[in-house]
DNA sequence: CCTCTATTTAGACGCCTGTCTAATTGTCTC
DNA sequence: GAGACAATTAGACAGGCGTCTAAATAGAGG
């Protein structure tokens, strides 16, 4: 859980994310968005890929990158318990 | 947004917020839950003001902070907007 | 095998962050 | 007002993080 906080500490990750919703894309197509060299955009896929909020594929020369939406679901979840425990203490005492 | 994510960068705040989550409390019963000075926690707290994400008030000598349920539930619409629009690409392409 | 393109890895650098100790502020009680 | 208690602010310091340039790896195609 410490790892994927940690990557969406960060906005240009989480514009990466939010690029990967709509579609599949390569390292290249991904870069263009981003006023950065190329190696500073591949530091941030692999700290996505090491949180496992990304995956990866070669195909040929290029690697396309894609959401994984199981980790999203995490974060997803740990929020909702957060604000659930929240209401029902809300609830017990009115 | 930017400020929100920083914040639950660490896992310290995280849990923080969890105590938070079952009721509200001050900030020594917080403190007592960490193996760190009260300086450093007091430092998290105003990270965790700073982005919204707790409220505080002053009764006596001492503060007590609750959780904004609020801000919570920005996080949590953010995951689920990313998790839907993967979705929605998933039933365009089947 | 050489070269071109796509991408990553290595290493350096400045800034941001989490922690600490020491000092300060705010509040209550005598 | 003095002392005690709760909590914060100030300032210092090590380690982590985001960015860059330069070099290396991987594959495609002559």
């Given at each position: 859980?410490?790892?994927?906080?940690?990557?969406?500490?960060?906005?240009?990750?989480r514009e990466i994310l939010r690029l990967?919703?709509?579609?599949?894309?390569?390292?290249?197509?991904?870069?263009?968005?981003?006023?950065?060299?190329?190696?500073?955009m591949s530091h941030h896929f692999s700290v996505l890929k090491d949180a496992d909020?990304?995956?990866?594929?070669?195909?040929?020369?290029?690697?396309?990158?894609?959401?994984?939406?199981?980790?999203?679901?995490?974060?997803?979840?740990?929020?909702?318990?957060?604000?659930?425990?929240?209401?029902?203490?809300?609830?017990?005492?009115?």
């Open positions: 859980m410490n790892l994927i906080f940690k990557a969406l500490a960060d906005p240009t990750r990967l919703g709509r579609s599949e894309m390569t390292a290249g197509e991904l870069a263009q968005h981003f006023d950065m060299t190329k190696p500073s909020l990304i995956r990866s594929r070669r195909e040929g020369q290029q690697i396309w990158y894609s959401l994984n939406t199981t980790v999203l679901q995490d974060v997803f979840t740990w929020a909702w318990d957060l604000i659930a425990d929240a209401r029902r203490k809300e609830v017990q005492t009115p």
